[in-house]
């Protein structure tokens, strides 16, 4: 028998705590079933110790279950949060964000939301926020959606980031906002196809060896669902919280109701829910189209027992920002659009103060 025998197997093994299984999630490293003995290694990262144990555990009970195999080794190598947080010194001699405020993650259960347009003109409208002393605040963006980055193409960025130094890259800024991207690092036209372990290496990575400097927020948008990326970064950023967005209609509600309660399991509060395409505006009449139902993000907010941070209409002008790289914050700053980013970004602020 092979190792593709051995992993529908460990399929039945559930993570500690979520619905999905330790292959989908990336987490073996080897496993072979060779004669009725099988060999299992497991790599994983968190703070909480008592994890190796109990998933050690669970591995070994549904392999005792399983008449195929007649004796069994499993191995669980533990990577604890402080360890990742560390290496951000060991590979630079810097910690790389250190100089950063805060850290909020942009988050959806579902695809084609318009997760990171809201990230986009969420860090422009934030860039126009000023502090305490009078001065704008200082905004990053990661994009940690590797298979999909958008924002390069939202923000007008194409330029590739110059290295500053051995294992150090300095983020590209366009717009007063610093970005570091997938999409800057790797040809157009050659897709990312990656595992697990690379997903988890490539977002580390960006948090480690990306010269933020110092910033009041840097915004971290994630691609839809609840997979590796999402699990990578509440192991290694110290996120302050997550924004979920949805858009009105029931099944793109309920799915991100269902993904944003992964973040509490991980220990990432959620700050609050933003609803898209909340309704087409007639620029005559002023009469509103609720073209894709009405209510889905204050019920996903109830649901969750989290704040509503406020709705986004369909609006042309969004969508030819963010093809021209000119987002609507700066392209049409007087637009009902811009009125509702820049109210979001009030509220988050208000939530999440910088201390200045």
Wanted: a negative charge; proline letters at 6%; hydrophobic letters at 40%.
């Amino acid at each position: 028998m092979t190792a593709e025998d051995i992993l529908p197997i460990l399929q039945k093994v559930k993570y500690p705590g979520y619905t999905r299984d330790i292959v989908s999630f990336g987490l073996i490293s080897d496993a072979s079933l060779i004669q009725g003995h099988a060999k299992v290694k497991v790599e994983i990262g968190g703070s909480d110790s008592t994890l190796p144990n109990t998933l050690k555990h669970e591995i070994e009970t549904v392999l005792e279950a399983e008449p195929s195999v007649s004796s069994h080794e499993v191995r669980v190598i533990f990577k604890k949060d402080n360890d990742a947080q560390n290496s951000q010194e060991a590979d630079n001699g810097k910690n790389t964000l250190a100089g950063i405020k805060r850290i909020i993650a942009i988050a959806s259960g579902k695809g084609g939301v318009g997760k990171s347009t809201i990230t986009a003109n969420l860090a422009s409208a934030l860039s126009k926020i000023n502090n305490d002393q009078g001065e704008p605040l200082t905004i990053g963006v990661m994009d940690c959606d590797l298979y999909g980055p958008s924002i390069p193409l939202q923000l007008g960025i194409s330029e590739q980031p110059t290295a500053l130094e051995e294992n150090l890259l300095s983020p590209v800024e366009n717009h007063g906002i610093k970005v570091m991207s997938m999409g800057l690092l790797v040809d157009e036209e050659t897709p990312v196809v990656w595992r697990g372990p690379m997903v988890m290496k490539t977002i580390q990575q960006f948090a480690t060896n990306v010269d933020w400097g110092e910033l009041d927020y840097l915004l971290v948008d994630l691609p839809p669902g609840t997979g590796d990326a999402q699990l990578s970064l509440a192991q290694i950023l110290p996120l302050d919280g997550v924004v979920i967005v949805t858009t009105p209609q029931k099944a793109a509600v309920e799915v991100a109701r269902r993904g944003a309660m992964m973040f509490p399991k991980v220990n990432v509060p959620i700050l609050g829910i933003i609803e898209n395409m909340s309704f087409l505006q007639d620029q005559e009449t002023g009469e509103k189209r609720f073209l894709f139902g009405q209510g889905g993000g204050p019920l996903t907010a109830k649901n969750l027992e989290t704040v509503f941070l406020g709705e986004v209409p369909l609006d042309e002008e969004i969508r030819l920002g963010g093809d021209h790289g000119i987002p609507i914050i700066f392209g049409h700053p007087d637009s009902a659009a811009s009125a509702a980013f820049t109210e979001i970004a009030g509220e988050i602020s208000s939530l999440l103060p910088t201390g200045d």
